[in-house]
Nanobody, 122 residues
Framework: QVQLVESGGGLVQAGGSLRLSCAASGRTFSTYVMGWFRQAPGKEREFVAA????????HYTDSVKGRFTISRDNAKNTVYLHMNSLKPEDTAVYYC???????????????WGQGTQVTVSS
C-alpha cells in the first residue's frame, strides 16, 4: 500500500513557474513508476508525465514537453513536477500516481493522491 500526498499548487500568472511535490509513504518507493496526471473542469483526467523507478527514463505528453520536468528523489520518497512557462490551459487539479514495476506507462496506476489545484491566470 502506498499513500501519496501532493503539495505545491497555487495561483500563478501565465509564463510563471510552479513546482509540485508528491510525498509517498512506504519503503518500496524506489520500485514504483511515478506519474503526474491532471483534470481540468469538465474534462477527463489526462496523463502529464511519468518517471521510471531509478529516474533514468521519463515520458511527457506533447503539450508539456519542453516546459515541464518530472524528477524524483528516492531518498526522500518524493517525486516532483517542475512547471515552467505556464499557460492558462494548464489550469487543472494535478494528481500524483504510483504503479509497481519498471516500464513507464500512461495508464494502469494503482495508487493516487488527493490532488492539488493549479490555476494559471492570463
Amino acid at each position: 500500500q502506498v499513500q501519496l500526498v501532493e503539495s505545491g499548487g497555487g495561483l500563478v500568472q501565465a509564463g510563471g513557474s510552479l513546482r509540485l511535490s508528491c510525498a509517498a509513504s512506504g519503503r518500496t518507493f524506489s520500485t514504483y513508476v511515478m506519474g503526474w496526471f491532471r483534470q481540468a473542469p469538465g474534462k477527463e483526467r489526462e496523463f502529464v508525465a511519468a518517471i521510471s523507478p531509478t529516474g533514468s527514463n521519463t515520458h511527457y505528453t506533447d503539450s508539456v514537453k519542453g516546459r515541464f520536468t518530472i524528477s524524483r528523489d528516492n531518498a526522500k520518497n518524493t517525486v516532483y513536477l517542475h512547471m515552467n512557462s505556464l499557460k492558462p490551459e494548464d489550469t487543472a487539479v494535478y494528481y500524483c500516481a504510483a504503479r509497481p514495476g519498471y516500464l513507464i506507462v500512461v495508464n494502469g496506476y494503482n495508487y493516487w493522491g488527493q490532488g492539488t489545484q493549479v490555476t494559471v491566470s492570463s
